[in-house]
């Protein structure tokens, strides 16, 4: 008897769960819960335009069903979203569920030698600029090579043969080295690269150049940028902001001023 009974206890429970998830199978889900943490200024996505871009993909719609929702694909498309550095989806007994993102964070805006506009981002990888969002980043053009969909800066810096005619890692070195440096961030306006093949920044105070030069290391960024601060801070305030028209910092151990 205690045989039978424990037989029929199983048979029973295997059939209410059944009964449960065939019922969460033919549950009508409610829109679901997206979240996208802030991302300072530089926000490319909000939670009812991605919503948006899922009806339009056809992936989300009105009555759409527990059973009818490819949490695979909604994870693979979103994360094809230039903007979208990572997603989870979230499911759960019932009609509510969540999305949640990770956004790409903006460091610079290239135009390049071809009059082409893109985004570089904290970890080395182009992003479309979108009508709807601009972010506020440093600003680089000139002669630059590279396009929307050149290889991530990760692959340059370990590709010997990209090195010498790729500009993206040099960029991303000196951008990077500015975005977290709060003092530079609030005094470099613009970066310029020149056909001699040197990057010149335009400062956001005063109306002289900086010749910064070759950017191939980070410990020659990191060298050049200290020897500005460094100048910025002890030199400049006794010399006046509008004494030199040129502060060159390619030369080692030194910074050469140019007078107007």
Same mark, same amino acid.
């Given at each position: 008897m205690k045989i039978s009974l424990i037989g029929v206890g199983i048979a029973l429970f295997i059939l209410l769960v059944g009964v449960v998830f065939?019922?969460?199978?033919?549950?009508?889900?409610?829109?679901?819960?997206i979240i996208v943490p802030p991302n300072g200024e530089n926000l490319f996505i909000t939670e009812e335009e991605l919503y948006q871009r899922l009806l339009a993909e056809g992936i989300l719609f009105p009555g759409q069903t527990f059973a009818q929702l490819d949490v695979e694909l909604i994870e693979k498309?979103?994360?094809?979203?230039?903007e979208i550095k990572s997603v989870k989806v979230f499911t759960s007994i019932g009609a509510n569920w969540a999305i949640e993102v990770e956004l790409r964070k903006p460091i610079a805006r290239i135009?390049?030698?071809y009059n082409e506009s893109f985004y570089l981002d904290s970890e080395g990888h182009? &992003?479309? !600029?979108?009508?709807?969002?601009?972010?506020?980043v440093v600003v680089v053009n000139g002669e630059i090579p590279d396009r929307l969909n050149s290889p991530p800066v990760a692959e340059l810096i370990n590709n010997d043969s990209l090195k010498s005619i790729r500009k993206l890692d040099d960029v991303y070195r000196i951008t990077n080295y500015?975005?977290?440096?709060?003092?530079?961030l609030a005094q470099i306006a613009q970066i310029h690269y020149n056909k001699r093949g040197?990057?010149? &920044?335009? !400062?956001?105070?005063?109306?002289?150049?900086?010749?910064?030069?070759?950017?191939?290391?980070?410990?020659?960024?990191?060298?050049k940028f200290e020897k500005l601060k460094t100048f910025y801070k002890h030199g400049l305030p006794y010399e006046g902001w509008e004494k030199y028209d040129e502060i060159n910092l390619k030369y080692e151990g030194q910074i050469v001023c140019k007078k107007k």
């Amino acid at each position: 008897m205690k045989i039978s009974l424990i037989g029929v206890g199983i048979a029973l429970f295997i059939l209410l769960v059944g009964v449960v998830f065939k019922a969460q199978d033919e549950t009508v889900m409610n829109p679901p819960n997206i979240i996208v943490p802030p991302n300072g200024e530089n926000l490319f996505i909000t939670e009812e335009e991605l919503y948006q871009r899922l009806l339009a993909e056809g992936i989300l719609f009105p009555g759409q069903t527990f059973a009818q929702l490819d949490v695979e694909l909604i994870e693979k498309t979103i994360t094809e979203m230039g903007e979208i550095k990572s997603v989870k989806v979230f499911t759960s007994i019932g009609a509510n569920w969540a999305i949640e993102v990770e956004l790409r964070k903006p460091i610079a805006r290239i135009f390049n030698q071809y009059n082409e506009s893109f985004y570089l981002d904290s970890e080395g990888h182009t &992003l479309s !600029p979108r009508n709807l969002h601009t972010a506020r980043v440093v600003v680089v053009n000139g002669e630059i090579p590279d396009r929307l969909n050149s290889p991530p800066v990760a692959e340059l810096i370990n590709n010997d043969s990209l090195k010498s005619i790729r500009k993206l890692d040099d960029v991303y070195r000196i951008t990077n080295y500015v975005c977290n440096d709060p003092f530079l961030l609030a005094q470099i306006a613009q970066i310029h690269y020149n056909k001699r093949g040197e990057f010149v &920044l335009i !400062p956001q105070v005063g109306d002289h150049l900086i010749v910064f030069g070759s950017a191939l290391t980070e410990k020659e960024v990191s060298e050049k940028f200290e020897k500005l601060k460094t100048f910025y801070k002890h030199g400049l305030p006794y010399e006046g902001w509008e004494k030199y028209d040129e502060i060159n910092l390619k030369y080692e151990g030194q910074i050469v001023c140019k007078k107007k």
